[in-house]
């Protein structure tokens, strides 16, 4: 299994929205390092949350329900896209704030490209959000 962290705008799709739909193809994504990052992905997959804007925080978790597959949102082949299923709500999100106060975090890709929209987790970053997160 692999640890994903996804950014979304809330305006735009929320993590509610999310658990609203159950499922939804996360299409979009038009930066290379990140597509890259969805053809990587595989069914199963844990996948955070964040919410950018005015929240910056992990607020949830889902899962990857179906692996790369074309964007039918793009105007060209490039980019892809990955289905995401909603699994839960962190009891408590996790602020920026606290990843960044966090040494176990301080490697985490959030912090060294916050432009980009899709990256990977270590299995250790995963479980420190979740204990952050008062899950673990």
């Known amino acids: ?7 979304s705008d809330p305006g735009e799709y929320s993590f509610a ?10 299409t979009g994504i ?3 390092q990140a597509r890259n990052y969805l053809r990587q992905m595989q069914k199963g997959d844990r996948v955070v949350v964040y ?18 597959y074309p964007d039918p949102t793009a105007d060209t ?15 408590r999100p996790v602020s920026l704030e606290q990843i960044k106060a966090t040494p176990a975090l301080r490697t985490m ?12 987790l270590s299995a250790e970053e995963y479980r420190m959000l ?5 899950e673990a």
């Open 51 to 68: 919410h950018s804007g005015t929240e910056r925080a992990v607020v949830g978790v889902a899962s990857v329900a179906r692996e790369a």
């Open 109 to 120: 890709q959030l912090l060294k490209q916050s432009r980009l929209s899709v990256m990977p």
């Open 17 to 26: 929205d999310l658990e609203r739909d159950g499922t939804t193809a996360w």
């Open 30 to 32: 038009r930066n290379y």
């Open 130 to 134: 979740r204990v952050l997160a008062q």
């Open 77 to 91: 082949a490039d980019w892809e896209c990955v289905d995401l299923a909603f699994e839960h709500w962190l009891r």
């Open 1 to 7: 299994m692999h640890y994903w962290l996804v950014k």
